[in-house]
T-cell receptor, first 118, second 111 residues
Framework: EAGVAQSPRYKIIEKRQSVAFWCNPI?????LYWYQQILGQGPKLLIQ????????DSQLPKDRFSAERLKGVDSTLKIQPAKLEDSAVYLC????????????????FGEGSWLTVV | EDKVVQSPLSLVVHEGDTVTLNCSYEVTNFRSLLWYKQEKKAPTFLFML????IEKKSGRLSSILDKKELSSILNITATQTGDSAIYLCAVEAVTGNQFYFGTGTSLTVIP
């Protein structure tokens, strides 16, 4: 079974430039997550999709970050304009997302997109 | 506010030592608790715990959940340098399939 695919793996941009990250979740996974992980901290949820609808984007800085999952499969996360404090790893993850599962879900991560803003 | 707290934040041990990592949580509508190991890449899944008192074991790693105390521990026996990583605890809420992560425990195993 293929895992969560992300690209690019690494990106270096100057502040005020824009960047986009792409994610393809595990086949059949309805729920897709974007996390931001700053060095030394745990992952922080930016946005969660259930199919192509947004479940939670309360911590997404909407003045500069946007995300979409138009057909309920792939997703794109964009930052425009980037700030120095956006330097982090952006982790995409997916889970089956069946709320009736009594045994719980497992969330699977991609390799991450490492962003450095200079 | 839902939260997950891990302790200690960092730990340095010698090869062969046994370590215990802690995770406590305050999450509404708890469904499961998960442990992940993160080296210099994406977190990899270790355990999922849903029932109190039932130990999950994989080689030298084991974990147990205490729903009464709202906590879990991850034990690693006979540590090796390859165990050096950040160990993340996450709690899943029933509502919305949401996962809340702790800040992680950074483990360094010295030869």
């Amino acid at each position: 079974e293929a895992g969560v695919a992300q690209s690019p793996r690494y990106k270096i941009i100057e502040k005020r430039q824009s960047v986009a990250f792409w994610c393809n979740p595990i086949s059949g996974h309805a729920t897709l997550y974007w996390y931001q992980q700053i060095l030394g901290q745990g992952p922080k949820l930016l946005i969660q999709f259930q199919n192509n609808g947004v479940v939670d984007d309360s911590q997404l800085p909407k003045d500069r970050f946007s995300a979409e999952r138009l057909k309920g499969v792939d997703s794109t996360l964009k930052i425009q304009p980037a700030k120095l404090e956006d330097s982090a790893v952006y982790l995409c993850a997916s889970s089956i997302g069946q709320r009736l599962l009594s045994l719980g879900n497992t969330i699977y991560f991609g390799e991450g997109s490492w962003l450095t803003v200079v | 506010e839902d939260k997950v707290v891990q302790s200690p934040l960092s730990l340095v041990v010698h090869e062969g030592d046994t370590v215990t990592l802690n995770c406590s949580y305050e999450v509404t509508n708890f469904r499961s608790l998960l442990w992940y190991k993160q080296e210099k890449k994406a977190p990899t899944f270790l355990f999922m715990l849903t029932s109190s008192g039932i130990e999950k074991k994989s080689g030298r790693l084991s974990s147990i959940l205490d729903k009464k105390e709202l906590s879990s521990i991850l034990n690693i026996t006979a540590t090796q340098t390859g165990d050096s990583a950040i160990y993340l605890c996450a709690v899943e809420a029933v509502t919305g399939n949401q996962f809340y992560f702790g800040t992680g425990t950074s483990l360094t195993v010295i030869p």
